[in-house]
């Protein structure tokens, strides 16, 4: 086992307000997050159960780096499995997803049924009495490594550590009510995007978290009110500050107390502009707590949004220090009119890859990554917007504080907090 020992960090404020740019680029920490994060003691979701609606339905899925596969069995119930064959370590199911009685890799043709026990291995016995595996051999003992999965509303979430804790405590009261919110009837899949951004996995959370940046890097949403600072607004965590939800509500400033509070800070200079046809950015009604924008972050690896009425999961996938990957899977209620479906898709443009949000996104983390590459050891982001000090929720968008919760809990996690840090 490689000894992560001598991995530390300088914290030079135990309120997470300063982060080295160090740890984007050290690949002991990044060795590290695959051992104490993704396969640590956490929940990352895998995929969708209207992904998998069928018996014999699978998909294939990354947990951090590590190739996973989820599976339907003819019962219903969902099993995961690692996605590396247990005689020599080949890649066993290669589509990304699909319909099987069983998985045989190609190599050896070692077959495996849905939960990944091993089930058959060719000439076990040898051929013309000579060769095959040895009398000792026992097919028990080389299982694929498993995966203990769950369901909450039909988003499966997978774990190494078969003694996590149940979903709904991981996710806390607040994502209960929202990621339950969001998947509280039959949903249908209207597809997926993918998107490669060059640049540490970590400062996609950030981004995320991050509500201070919602209306400057992205003009548009200033522009058309979707998303202001001058809004009522906020940005919430869980007890444990893992999970965020930004949010905020269309329509609570004006357009002139907007103009006036971002052209007094330097931010925008002329009129603000108007559209011929405002269909992409109208809204309609259907948030029970009446948040025209809700975009979440459940620690490690996935993020929800309802960004006006379209509705995604993105999930991370990491591919080294410098990379990483998100699958945007799209999604519609079953008992959606074609209206709201063609609606939803519509305004699905505006956020992602192809569309302006995460372009920019995209954009922006390559930059930091870029340039913090070949930054001194001393130099680290500085992160007060909305305070410095204790960790909590603020009715506001100017505000950061929810990154500073990301890192309190990456770093419990991790085993180098800072003394005196809060937890």
Same mark, same amino acid.
């Given at each position: 086992?490689?000894?992560?020992?001598?991995?530390?960090?300088?914290?030079?404020?135990?309120?997470?307000?300063?982060?080295?740019?160090?740890?984007?680029?050290?690949?002991?920490?990044?060795? =590290?997050?695959?051992?104490?994060?993704?396969?640590?003691?956490?929940?990352?979701?895998?995929?969708?159960?209207?992904?998998?609606?069928?018996?014999?339905?699978?998909?294939?899925?990354?947990?951090?780096?590590?190739?996973?596969?989820?599976?339907?069995? *003819?019962?219903?119930?969902?099993?995961?499995?690692?996605?590396?064959?247990?005689?020599?370590?080949?890649?066993?199911?290669?589509?990304?997803?699909?319909?099987?009685?069983?998985?045989?890799?190609?190599?050896?043709?070692?077959?495996?049924?849905?939960?990944?026990?091993?089930?058959?291995?060719?000439?076990?016995?040898?051929?013309?009495?000579?060769?095959?595996?040895? #009398?000792?051999? @026992?097919? &028990?003992?080389?299982?694929?490594?498993?995966?203990?999965?769950?369901?909450?509303?039909?988003?499966?979430?997978?774990?190494?550590?078969?003694?996590?804790?149940?979903?709904?405590?991981?996710?806390?009261?607040?994502?209960?009510?929202?990621?339950?919110?969001?998947?509280?009837?039959? /949903?249908?899949?209207?597809?997926?995007?993918?998107?490669?951004?060059?640049?540490?996995?970590?400062?996609?959370?950030?981004?995320?978290? @991050?509500?201070?940046?919602?209306?400057?890097?992205?003009?548009?949403?200033?522009?058309?009110? =979707?998303?202001? =600072?001058?809004?009522?607004?906020?940005?919430?965590?869980?007890?444990?500050?893992?999970?965020?939800?930004?949010?905020?509500? &269309?329509?609570?400033?004006?357009?002139?107390?907007? =103009?006036?509070?971002?052209?007094?800070?330097?931010?925008?200079?002329?009129? /603000?502009?108007?559209?011929? @046809?405002?269909?992409?950015?109208?809204?309609?009604?259907?948030?029970?707590?009446?948040?025209? !924008?809700?975009?979440?972050?459940?620690?490690?690896?996935?993020?929800?949004?309802?960004?006006?009425?379209?509705?995604?999961?993105?999930?991370?996938?990491?591919?080294?220090?410098?990379?990483?990957?998100? !699958?945007?899977?799209?999604?519609?209620?079953? *008992? @959606?009119?074609?209206?709201?479906?063609?609606?939803?898709?519509?305004?699905?443009?505006?956020?992602?890859?192809?569309?302006?949000?995460?372009?920019? *996104?995209?954009?922006?983390?390559?930059?930091?990554?870029?340039?913090?590459?070949?930054?001194? #050891? *001393?130099?680290?982001?500085?992160?007060?917007?909305?305070?410095?000090?204790?960790?909590?929720?603020?009715?506001?968008?100017?505000?950061?504080?929810?990154?500073?919760?990301?890192?309190?809990?990456?770093?419990?996690?991790?085993?180098?907090?800072?003394?005196?840090?809060?937890?």
């Amino acid at each position: 086992m490689k000894d992560f020992a001598g991995v530390q960090v300088n914290w030079p404020r135990n309120d997470y307000s300063r982060v080295p740019y160090s740890i984007y680029h050290d690949p002991e920490i990044y060795a =590290l997050e695959q051992e104490k994060i993704f396969r640590g003691r956490c929940w990352n979701v895998l995929c969708l159960e209207a992904e998998i609606p069928n018996p014999g339905d699978f998909r294939v899925c990354h947990v951090g780096d590590t190739p996973v596969v989820v599976n339907r069995d *003819d019962d219903g119930e969902l099993y995961a499995f690692v996605n590396r064959c247990a005689h020599r370590g080949a890649e066993i199911v290669r589509e990304p997803w699909g319909t099987a009685k069983e998985h045989t890799c190609i190599y050896h043709a070692w077959l495996y049924n849905r939960k990944g026990d091993l089930k058959g291995v060719p000439f076990r016995r040898g051929a013309n009495g000579k060769g095959g595996m040895p #009398e000792c051999f @026992d097919m &028990k003992n080389h299982n694929l490594v498993k995966v203990r999965v769950t369901s909450f509303n039909g988003v499966i979430f997978g774990t190494f550590h078969h003694d996590m804790e149940p979903i709904e405590d991981y996710l806390g009261p607040l994502f209960t009510k929202h990621v339950g919110e969001m998947f509280n009837r039959p /949903i249908k899949i209207l597809g997926y995007q993918r998107q490669r951004i060059a640049a540490n996995w970590k400062l996609y959370p950030e981004n995320i978290k @991050d509500a201070y940046h919602g209306s400057l890097l992205h003009e548009f949403n200033r522009t058309f009110g =979707l998303s202001r =600072l001058t809004q009522v607004a906020g940005g919430y965590m869980d007890e444990k500050h893992r999970h965020s939800i930004l949010f905020q509500y &269309k329509g609570s400033d004006s357009d002139e107390e907007a =103009l006036k509070a971002y052209i007094e800070n330097g931010v925008k200079k002329g009129e /603000i502009a108007g559209l011929n @046809d405002y269909s992409m950015v109208n809204i309609i009604d259907e948030n029970p707590f009446g948040m025209s !924008t809700r975009v979440m972050n459940v620690f490690p690896n996935c993020f929800f949004h309802q960004i006006g009425n379209t509705l995604a999961m993105r999930k991370i996938r990491t591919l080294g220090v410098d990379g990483f990957e998100l !699958t945007w899977v799209l999604y519609t209620y079953a *008992d @959606d009119s074609e209206e709201m479906v063609q609606h939803r898709l519509n305004q699905a443009n505006m956020v992602g890859p192809a569309g302006l949000i995460s372009m920019e *996104d995209g954009e922006a983390l390559e930059m930091v990554h870029r340039t913090t590459k070949s930054a001194a #050891e *001393d130099e680290m982001a500085v992160i007060e917007m909305g305070g410095i000090g204790s960790i909590g929720d603020r009715d506001t968008r100017v505000n950061e504080v929810t990154i500073r919760g990301f890192w309190a809990y990456y770093a419990q996690l991790m085993g180098f907090a800072p003394e005196g840090a809060e937890q």
